[in-house]
């Protein structure tokens, strides 16, 4: 039996970046989506060959559910424990990016609203699915492999810079730094370790409608490393926390923004 990793919005962009490299380190994956089937599809078929080129043989499964429904929420879980009975990660990815981007001198409610489901309220109550699960399965614990359950939020770096642009975005994004720390101080004592990834700029659908302007201030130095983020770079650092090389660690954050984050004069 290999490990089980549960990665939502996994059919395109980041999610299929972090599911193909989960793929590679053998774990079995689920691949979330809530309406693109046949790139959900694709991630499947990928996982499977990104598998295969580490000598490796995973399952890889796809399961349609929008995870700011809670029925959708429950049926996610319950079919992740139908199929492999075990859930040894759970990757928080799914989000979306408000539309159209609007000033917070102008945006409306129905964004806001939607914001705070998908990237918020969905990860919470998901989150909290699944760590029950966890918890429960540790009492009897699966002995091969060892069990050792980790939980993974992909935020942003939107958590902490002001973008007026997309306020509501950048509220969610800062709320899911607290998930990270609420769910890591309530696990600790349980030791699952839970942690946070916040990307810089990735290239993905979500960022090719402002593709020129980011090209143009990285080409400027917005931040030290002069590149694109790749979603094969946030499904590294995925990869080192689900295959515990941060052992002493919990409630961490793991920045994969080329260097953003930094203060420089
Ligand atoms: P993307 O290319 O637009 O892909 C979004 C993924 O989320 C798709 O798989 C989509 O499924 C899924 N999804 C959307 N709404 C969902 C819902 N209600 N329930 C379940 N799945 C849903 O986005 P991305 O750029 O890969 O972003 C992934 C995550 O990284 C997001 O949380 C985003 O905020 C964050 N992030 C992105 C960047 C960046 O620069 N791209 C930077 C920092 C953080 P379908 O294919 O079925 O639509």
Not at 161 to 167: D, E, F, L, Q, T
Not at 177 to 185: E, G, H, P, R
Not at 223 to 235: A, E
Request: glycine share 8%; charged share 20%.
């Amino acid at each position: 039996m290999n490990r089980v990793a549960l990665v939502t919005g996994s059919s395109r962009g980041i999610g299929r970046g972090i599911a193909n490299a989960l793929a590679k380190l053998g774990f079995n994956v689920i691949i979330n989506y809530a309406g693109n089937a046949e790139a959900a599809a694709q991630t499947a078929e990928q996982c499977i060959e990104s598998a295969g080129s580490e000598g490796k043989s995973i399952t890889a499964e796809v399961f349609k559910a929008d995870i700011s429904n809670s029925d959708d929420r429950r049926r996610l879980i319950e079919f992740t424990y139908d199929r492999f009975n075990r859930l040894d990660l759970l990757v928080n990815n799914a989000g979306v990016a408000p539309r159209p981007r609007a000033d917070i001198l102008e945006a409306n409610e129905e964004s806001f609203d939607r914001m705070i489901h998908i990237n918020l309220k969905g990860p919470y109550f998901l989150t909290q699915s699944a760590a029950n699960k966890m918890i429960e399965h540790l009492h009897n614990p699966p002995a091969n492999p060892p069990y050792n359950p980790k939980i993974i939020t992909i935020s942003s770096v939107s958590a902490y810079a002001a973008s007026v642009n997309r306020g509501d975005y950048c509220i969610t994004k800062s709320g899911l730094s607290m998930l990270t720390q609420l769910f890591a101080a309530r696990l600790s004592e349980f030791g699952i370790g839970v942690f946070e990834i916040r990307p810089g700029i990735i290239a993905t659908d979500m960022t090719a409608p402002v593709k020129e302007r980011y090209d143009k201030l990285i080409a400027e130095g917005l931040y030290p490393i002069k590149r694109w983020g790749t979603p094969d770079d946030v499904g590294r650092a995925v990869c080192a926390v689900a295959d515990d090389l941060l052992p002493f660690s919990t409630g961490e954050v793991i920045n994969v923004d080329g260097g953003f984050h930094m203060r420089t004069l």
